[in-house]
């Protein structure tokens, strides 16, 4: 099993900018991929970014493209969600997410942490 406990969000203007961590434990030696994901209130869950847990491979959704960016640091079993330019839009419960497997379902999800950009 692994864990996965997001910090960092919070109230922030627009244009403003902001980085979420998440700090994975148990056996994160079985992970291949990490991500990001977002949902906001009377919306579908949205694709934000992911990576290999390994490092690389950094594909982003629309709505990030250009303004965040996902790195980790697997010393610190930690991946971090950095975004720039933040609007109203951006506001959202936000959910790192790890997986075993190259495609499909994720496995592993994180409680959440709440980003509000105030316009």
């Known amino acids: 099993q692994v864990q996965l406990v997001e910090s960092g969000g919070g109230l922030v203007q627009a244009g403003g900018s902001l980085r979420l961590s998440c700090v994975a434990s148990g056996r994160t030696f079985n992970l291949f991929r990490t991500g990001w994901f977002r949902q906001a209130p009377g919306k579908e869950r949205e694709f934000v970014a992911q990576m290999r847990w390994s490092g690389g491979y950094r594909y982003y959704g629309d709505s990030a493209k250009g303004r965040f960016t996902i790195s980790s640091d697997n010393g610190k079993n930690t991946v971090y969600l950095q975004m720039n330019s933040l609007n109203a839009e951006d506001t959202a419960v936000y959910y790192c997410?790890?997986?075993?497997?190259?495609?499909?379902?994720?496995?592993?999800w994180g409680q959440g942490t709440q980003l509000t950009v105030s316009s």
């Open positions: 997410a790890a997986g075993i497997g190259a495609i499909g379902e994720w496995d592993y």
